[in-house]
């Protein structure tokens, strides 16, 4: 519910901004908006209220939602309103410039918000990231960085001879760059690890994170009655084994539990310098034991930038851009993995199952980045079809034919239906998996 409440609320923020970008240089060219909606109100609406020429509401059908300009071919296929006379308060009215500005409105206003937060994320919360050089323990490879030859604890050292200062830029380096190789240090020595090229594609369709900074599994808090209290472990316990199984991290632990459910384990723990063996006790179903570990950052050594006001606007159009152009790298690569392409239930995961307002901020910022690019695809029935079109009637001086342009609507309508349908249900296959 709370990922839910998240996803409506950004949504709702990114949908009215954008369409407030269509309808402030609309009324300022005094063109006649007829209806402004978040989400879409077929056969009825939830709430309206109409102000002057404009009819203001909130609709049941939360995939977006529009401003209906007078005179325009949009969504609402309004045919009969186009078959009169031309008035001086439409749209078709309006020089193609006005047309052009009012069309790209929406995408601006993305761009900018987008920009926006980030400036504001940063100067409130800074960047927290984790220097490459600052991951002590290495890695934790998970099963196609073991394909590849990477292994638990190597240090990376540069990608395709690149050093990639922080951490968490290194995936998304190989992934978005297409990187063929990866240095390493694994027992004093350099290793150079090839790439396949098959393994973006398999990235991309499994999810996959590739590789995470690994850690140690020193007890945090240990829950009251759990098998983890019975057995008496403590705070500060780092867990050496499992059944006599080495652990040296703390993903070795959890990997080790979830493949022991329901089943007896002894733990051996490192406690003040002395090393113990617990009395055996039952993994539960879940494949916990009922204790939480140390923070990554109180192990590794974690940094934030901060940054002023003035410092915050340009970091922010940095961030915008690295966005940007991350983004357009990755519909890239969806050819090679289309069944990764996921609808709402897809985007509702990236927020957290806590309200987490720096999260929040920062998965909103990227969503209207999103959003300004998908919006400017050149596919009738999105702002860029209309930009589209609106171009080529500034270069030639003559406008498409209007039958041609319901047509084109309507076929661009179909396909964003069936590319919606289609994100949704690889979405819903997803939970059957």
Do not use: C
């Not at 990639?164 to 150079?192: C, H, M, W």
């Amino acid at each position: 519910m709370i990922q839910t409440a998240q996803l409506i609320l950004s949504l709702s923020i990114l949908v009215v901004l954008h369409e407030l970008g269509h309808f402030i240089p609309a009324r300022l060219f005094k063109t006649r908006v007829e209806k402004f909606y978040l989400f879409f109100d077929p056969w009825f609406s939830l709430f309206k209220f109409k102000k002057g020429d404009t009819e203001y509401g909130i609709g049941w059908l939360p995939l977006g939602g529009y401003v209906k300009i007078a005179g325009m071919i949009d969504e609402s296929m309004d045919k009969e309103q186009l078959k009169k006379e031309p008035q001086p308060w439409e749209f078709r009215s309006k020089p193609a410039w006005q047309r052009l500005i009012i069309m790209l409105g929406g995408v601006t206003v993305n761009a900018i918000l987008g920009i926006f937060i980030y400036a504001m994320v940063l100067f409130v919360w800074g960047q927290e990231y984790i220097p490459t050089s600052g991951v002590k323990y290495g890695i934790h490879a998970d099963s196609l960085a073991m394909e590849i030859g990477l292994r638990d604890g190597d240090k990376i050292i540069s990608v395709e001879n690149k050093v990639v200062d922080k951490f968490n830029y290194i995936p998304l380096e190989i992934i978005l760059n297409n990187a063929r190789s990866i240095q390493v240090e694994r027992n004093g020595e350099t290793l150079n690890i090839a790439i396949p090229e098959e393994l973006i594609g398999k990235l991309i369709k499994h999810q996959k994170t590739l590789i995470e900074p690994a850690f140690l599994p020193i007890v945090q808090e240990v829950i009251a009655g759990t098998p983890a209290s019975k057995a008496g472990m403590e705070p500060n316990d780092r867990i050496l084994a499992l059944n006599n199984e080495p652990t040296p991290f703390f993903h070795s632990v959890v990997t080790y539990l979830q493949a022991h459910k329901n089943s007896e384990v002894t733990i051996s723990v490192l406690r003040n310098n002395d090393t113990l063996l617990l009395p055996k006790v039952t993994v539960s179903d879940k494949g916990t034991l009922g204790f939480a570990v140390q923070d990554i950052s109180l192990q590794l050594d974690v940094k934030t930038e901060k940054y002023g006001l003035m410092e915050s606007f340009p970091a922010g159009a940095k961030k915008g851009y690295e966005t940007f152009d991350s983004y357009i790298k990755q519909m890239k690569l969806i050819s090679k993995s289309p069944e990764s392409v996921g609808g709402f239930i897809s985007i509702g995961k990236q927020f957290g199952s806590e309200w987490d307002w720096q999260r929040f901020w920062l998965f909103t910022a990227f969503l209207s980045i999103v959003l300004a690019i998908m919006n400017l695809l050149p596919i009738p029935a999105l702002d860029g079809g209309h930009v589209m079109f609106l171009t080529y009637e500034i270069i030639t001086g003559r406008k498409p034919n209007e039958k041609f342009m319901e047509y084109a609507q309507m076929a661009g309508m179909i396909l964003l239906l069936g590319l919606l349908l289609y994100a949704n249900g690889n979405d819903i296959l997803k939970l059957f998996r």
